[in-house]
């Protein structure tokens, strides 16, 4: 099966005022399949995540040097639109942040300012099923979001992100914040949404970079010191530092 870089990023620097915290990252992220960045923290997983959707341009005093490539054309060209390539790649966060409103207003929200012409309630529903969520709602759509359990509200930001029909979601640490069943519920999921998207999820969780990501990228301090399909890389890992992270001896 032929593997489709759907973004590519080049040669891609980040520094917060003066300090680097990303020195010259070249990845590609593959169409339809899950690709998890992992390291410890604060080598730039997040920032990395944040430079593939333009969110590092709400990062106060963040400068971005390089391309981040998104089929072929670099998101940082003056000419693209930032909320465009973020309503094409969606991202959802570490912790849990639905809106103060109903379970339905949450999904129902970014499609309708952003003028959705369809069936709403319809968008809602199938986002719902897609996220897992739908049977676990369906009878109290009208709640506030904030009386659902964690673990739910984070497959609502699922869903609310999955009403956008983003090509590609960008997910950073999405089960940090959840116990261990709601972990397995967003992880099934995660495996099921890349029948029809590309995923990115950052973890500095090796267990779970290992058990949902086709493809692993170890970042060390602002370097990407391996990537390649998550199987060989834990069974024959490349660089020694690779191997001593996943064996626990550091990090
Ligand atoms: N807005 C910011 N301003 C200044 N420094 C920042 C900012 N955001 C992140 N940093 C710093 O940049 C470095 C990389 O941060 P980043 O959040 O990308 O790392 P991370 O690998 O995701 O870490 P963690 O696993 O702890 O979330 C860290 O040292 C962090 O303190």
Known sequence: MTLE????????????????????????????????????????????????NRMIDLSEGARVGGKVLYRGENIYSPKIDPAQIRFRIGMVFQKPNPFPKSIFENVAFGPRINGYKGDLSALVEQSLQRAGLWDE?????????????????????????????????????????????????VEELIRQLKERLTIVIVTHNIQQAARVADYTAFLLQGELVEFGETSRMFTVPKDKRTEDFITGRFG
């Open 5 to 52: 870089s759907i973004i590519s990023v080049r040669n891609l620097h980040v520094s917060y005022r003066d300090r680097k915290v990303l020195k010259g990252i070249n990845l590609d992220i593959y169409k339809n399949r899950i690709t998890a960045i992992m390291g410890p923290s604060g080598c730039g997983k997040s920032t990395l995540l944040r430079c593939m």
């Open 137 to 185: 709602v369906k009878d109290r759509l009208h709640e506030n979001a904030y009386m659902l359990s964690g673990g739910q509200q984070q497959r609502l930001c699922i869903a609310r992100a999955l009403a956008l029909e983003p090509e590609v979601l960008l997910l950073d640490e999405p089960c940090s914040a959840l116990d261990p069943i709601s972990t397995m519920h």
